[in-house]
């Protein structure tokens, strides 16, 4: 059950991977390299920080398989099709929401301390995105412009490591972990919640820092 709901979450990274090459206008190939970046490039940087070896998807052709079906079938798709304007980020919560979980349940099997747990659940979340963004030519990166996006990955992966010291069963933590997060990061994108801004921060002018 939890390896389905991984390849659920890698291919809509790779949906996204396809998505944000199309807005970038990339070429159908381009938007495969981008497909894999999306969808390894995070689970990628966590092996190799736990020195897991062989790395994951070197010996998974069933995942390899997920992100190319997934990466040409979108291709495809938005050649006769136009998507909704927020189809990135809802595709993009979906598998930011798996990945982290599945991320926060590896660094648990290998022993990890509760930080590291969270440290590496947020990098496998996030990495795959930033690298994405950076090969559009997306300056700051979407993890660094939106504020409950690396916040709603931290949020789920707490609730993973929670729900394992409760003792709870590995699947419902999980669902109930990614749940979270993508909560947590749709609730961000249609009501438009956002840390405050550093400028937000500064007081009125005519105003001292520290009145009331």
């Not at 991984?6 to 159908?28: E, I, K, T």
């Not at 709870?168 to 840390?195: C, D, E, K, N, Q």
Request: glycine share 10%; hydrophobic share 55%; proline share 6%.
């Amino acid at each position: 059950m939890l390896h389905v709901l991984y390849l659920a979450g890698v291919a809509a990274f790779a949906a996204s991977g396809v998505l944000a090459a199309y807005r970038a206008n990339m070429d159908p190939f381009g938007g495969l390299v981008l497909a894999f970046a999306a969808s390894i490039s995070g689970g990628t940087m966590r092996d190799l920080i736990l020195d897991r070896r062989p790395l994951y998807w070197t010996h998974d052709w069933v995942l390899l398989t997920v992100i190319i079906c997934v990466g040409v079938g979108t291709i495809v798709y938005l050649r006769f099709w136009s998507l909704p304007r927020k189809s990135l980020l809802v595709v993009d919560a979906v598998g930011l929401s798996v990945v982290t979980v599945i991320g926060a349940r590896a660094a648990i099997a290998a022993g990890a301390t509760p930080l590291a747990v969270i440290i590496l659940a947020v990098l496998t979340g996030v990495a795959g995105e930033v690298i994405r963004d950076v090969l559009c030519g997306e300056f700051p990166p979407l993890l660094l412009r939106e504020d409950v996006y690396a916040i709603a990955a931290l949020a789920g992966a707490g609730c993973l490591l929670l729900l394992h010291h409760l003792g709870a069963r590995p699947t419902p933590a999980a669902a109930i972990s990614a749940g979270v997060v993508f909560a947590l990061r749709m609730g961000a994108v249609y009501l438009g919640l956002h840390l405050p801004r550093p400028q937000q921060l500064r007081p009125r002018p005519g105003r001292r820092p520290d009145a009331d």
